[in-house]
């Protein structure tokens, strides 16, 4: 295995003249990400001149579509195919990616979208994958998705993964804690959650019980080591085994070895916590509510930080039914629905330890389909 540090990025890339770092996110203020006389610091053929590295590409974009309404970018920057997968639905087309982007801009006039870090790995060859944390704010003071303004002001974290090639991006995760924002706002969950539920069972949607969701076979334990195949390098193994043992085999004190005794833990619902005990039952909680389910990484990447250390992002997803009593508090009583759980973590490795987390899911999403999964049973019952 590579050291963490010497992940090679750049394998396959065209040549350029390489006179800095790619830019990283944390200690540098808007102005800085998005320079105007910086010379390309990476191999970006095929990409807007303009963009000097893949950070440059995510967080200038980004801003010019989202804070800027630059909304007709999407046309240049999205493939018209593009399929973008969120947490209560997917997308299939770049004209409908301009239509939803309209409307969740439409509510929030004075939003706000904060890079807080870009997590990558890749080439302008091969293509780039980043995973893009964003700190979003704003009041609610417009009639539209969620309708009557409020007036309230909001926080909130979403983290987008990413593929890139050629200055478009082709695929693309979405997760957004929304459940933050509706209870900030003062709104109705379950509200919400009915009204989405109810537009996709009338669209003929219903919530698939598929059974054992293969934690382990039968009789079996779950099993002993990680795979850890999608690795690049010992830091993203090392992440990879410390998730199996906390979410498969439900070892959660290894938490307690892995993080550092003042780490830091940025969850949904804006929850800032600290110390390994707060950290241990966030993580006990969520199983807690779904005490039979899977946990299964789809993407790892990694970079060095420039605060030291390393940082590492994942995409997971768990699927279990609803049957206990956990930190999904909305969800009330256990249902015994089936739900998924799309979920992005960042993770800032230093010393051998962690010391910071954040966590992005959405809660209103598997309410929504907790409720599904009653319309369901309500219209088997009536026929």
Not at 247 to 259: L, S, V
Not at 264 to 286: F, R, S, W
Not at 368 to 373: E, I, N, P
């Amino acid at each position: 295995m590579s050291d963490p540090t010497s992940n090679p990025k750049t394998k396959g890339a065209s040549p350029v003249a390489l006179e800095e770092s790619v830019l990283q996110v944390e200690r540098r203020d808007y102005p800085d990400l998005a320079p105007t006389n910086r010379p390309r610091s990476q191999a970006m053929e095929g990409f807007d001149d303009i963009y000097t590295d893949i950070v440059d590409y995510i967080i200038r974009c980004t801003h010019k579509i989202w804070d800027e309404r630059d909304i007709g970018l999407i046309y240049t920057h999205y493939t018209h195919n593009c399929v973008l997968y969120g947490t209560t639905g997917t997308i299939y087309n770049r004209e409908d990616v301009v239509r939803d982007t309209i409307q969740r801009l439409v509510s929030f006039p004075e939003r706000r979208g904060m890079g807080t870090q870009v997590i990558w790995n890749g080439n302008d060859q091969d293509g780039f994958y980043t995973s893009h944390l964003v700190t979003g704010s704003g009041r609610h003071t417009q009639y539209g998705h969620l309708g009557q303004p409020t007036g309230r002001p909001f926080v909130s974290r979403t983290i987008a993964d990413c593929m890139v090639h050629r200055n478009k991006i082709y695929r693309e995760w979405v997760v957004a804690d929304t459940m933050a924002i509706i209870q900030q706002l003062g709104l109705d969950p379950h509200h919400f959650a009915m009204r989405t539920a109810k537009a996709k069972f009338d669209a003929g949607l219903l919530s698939l019980d598929i059974g054992e969701n293969r934690r382990f076979l039968g009789q079996t334990p779950p099993a002993e080591g990680a795979d850890t195949s999608l690795a690049h390098n010992d830091v993203e193994a090392q992440t990879i085994e410390m998730l199996h043992e906390v979410f498969t085999k439900r070892m959660f004190g290894r938490i307690a070895r892995d993080y550092a005794p003042n780490a830091q833990y940025h969850g949904p619902l804006m929850k800032e916590l600290y110390g390994h005990a707060a950290i241990i039952h966030q993580h006990l909680g969520l199983i807690g509510s779904l005490p039979d389910a899977s946990f299964e990484i789809q993407h790892v990447a990694s970079n060095p930080c420039e605060e030291g250390g390393t940082k590492v992002a994942v995409r997971w997803i768990m699927e279990g039914h609803h049957l206990g009593y956990g930190i999904l508090a909305t969800l009330g009583d256990p249902t015994g629905k089936r739900v998924q759980v799309m979920g992005m973590s960042h993770y800032h490795w230093k010393d051998g330890k962690i010391v910071d987390e954040w966590n992005v899911y959405d809660e209103l999403s598997l309410l929504t389909q907790v409720k599904l999964g009653q319309l369901a049973d309500e219209a088997n019952a009536g026929a």
